[in-house]
């Protein structure tokens, strides 16, 4: 397990991070700069996150008295805006990186995973995971994770489809974690949140001087060597970066930005979107050739709907996990109703119902007033 530390007091933005993070990473808060030496020596520390307000002179005069902390480990600043040349001035006084605007735990993730491959290089997380991610006995989920089993030590990339809240990224997790790269990192991204202006960047990394302000760091494809690069929404990729893309995958290897060699990388691609490629294909907005090389190996995730059986299990399970001091009942009505609901959001929306119902439920017993959906 990586620990993390974010030094602030946003708990809003600590919240954002901490949720969207891997699970092999866990984040804490130090929301005093002055503790932040106590924190480091108390436990083996393998990133610090930095949000500044307006990276000016007395923030970046404290930036380079936390990276001057002997056995400091790497440093990411985030900042709600930040010119080019305040972004250069944290990378000189030794920054890892610079992250502006909302930052989510998925674009962090991948951050600090580049981070930690380069400042603890061969350290691979103690991760622990469920025996079983995906949660249900139908016919359907049980002949689902028997496919996905059987494709995890494949060499070639997977591409998993199924609707909105499905469990796309629970399947690729089950990949991942049945592989023989179990022990490597797991990289998730999501393609809609990289236009292409700093797509190339992120994903195959760049070379100081490439662009301003650029350094030489490695992109998602390097920091994910010995792991799986899960990429979800490929569908919302350009042509252009669809393009690069498949490049990668057919020659396994990768040049950075400003560079002009190749590097070879060793992962495992599964994307996911929820998407009718082949539509997108007649539209001309998705490439032939990358989705016949993605789905070599096609699996699809069932919707909630076309598995009702799995709901009450998984009600009881989601409800455990909001409150777990109580022994939770559910009545034969308010189950009724969840059974018969279609939906649409598929078990992400189920659980948002659920944790709305659990707020107004008393004494753990779940009735069908407190549930509200269509």
């Known amino acids: 397990m990586y620990r993390i530390l974010y030094l602030g007091q946003d708990k809003i933005n600590y919240s954002r991070l901490r949720d969207g993070l891997p699970a092999y990473m866990r984040l804490e808060t130090e929301q005093e700069r002055k503790g932040l030496k106590d924190s480091l020596a108390s436990e083996r520390t393998h990133g610090l996150i930095i949000p500044l307000s307006n990276p000016g002179p007395d923030d970046l005069g404290y930036l380079k008295k936390v990276l001057g902390i002997p056995g400091v480990p790497g440093v990411i600043v985030t ?5 080019a040349a305040q972004a250069v001035c944290c990378i000189r006084h030794g920054a890892f990186d610079c992250l502006t605007g909302p930052v989510n735990g998925e674009v962090m993730g991948a951050c600090l995973n580049r981070m930690i491959h380069i400042c603890h290089p061969g350290k691979s997380p103690d991760i622990e995971y469920p025996e079983k991610l995906i949660a249900g006995d139908s016919s359907a989920i049980v002949d689902l994770i028997d496919r996905l089993i059987k494709y995890s030590d494949l060499p070639y990339p997977v591409l998993i489809t199924g609707e909105t809240g499905s469990g796309k990224e629970l399947a690729a997790r089950t990949i991942h974690l049945h592989s023989r790269r179990r022990n490597g990192p797991f990289t998730a ?3 809609a949140s990289y236009p292409d202006d700093i797509l190339g960047s992120e994903m195959f990394g760049s070379k100081r001087g490439a662009f301003t302000g650029s350094v030489d760091r490695p992109g998602l494809f390097e920091s994910s060597s010995g792991g799986t690069l899960f990429l979800d929404e490929i569908g919302e990729l350009s042509i252009q970066g669809q393009a690069c893309l498949l490049r990668v995958i057919e020659e396994g290897t990768v040049r950075r930005m400003g560079s002009n060699t190749t590097k070879p990388v060793d992962v495992r691609v599964v994307a996911a979107t929820n998407r009718n490629l082949r539509e997108s294909m007649k539209n001309g907005i998705f490439r032939s050739d990358l989705f016949y090389r993605l789905n070599l ?6 919707p909630l709907r076309k598995r009702r059986e799995d709901i009450p299990r998984l009600t009881r399970d989601y409800l455990k996990k909001i409150r777990s001091d109580l022994h939770w009942r559910v ?3 308010a189950m009724a109703l969840l059974v018969r609901y279609n939906w649409p959001g598929n078990v992400r929306e189920l659980q948002s119902v659920l944790l709305r119902a659990s ?13 509200a959906i269509p």
């Open 331 to 333: 009545e034969s009505g």
């Open 297 to 302: 190996l096609g699996v699809t995730v069932p």
């Open 79 to 83: 900042a709600n805006f930040m010119t």
């Open 359 to 371: 707020l107004s439920a008393e004494n753990g017993v779940l009735r069908t007033g407190d549930i």
């Open 189 to 191: 991204v999501n393609c």
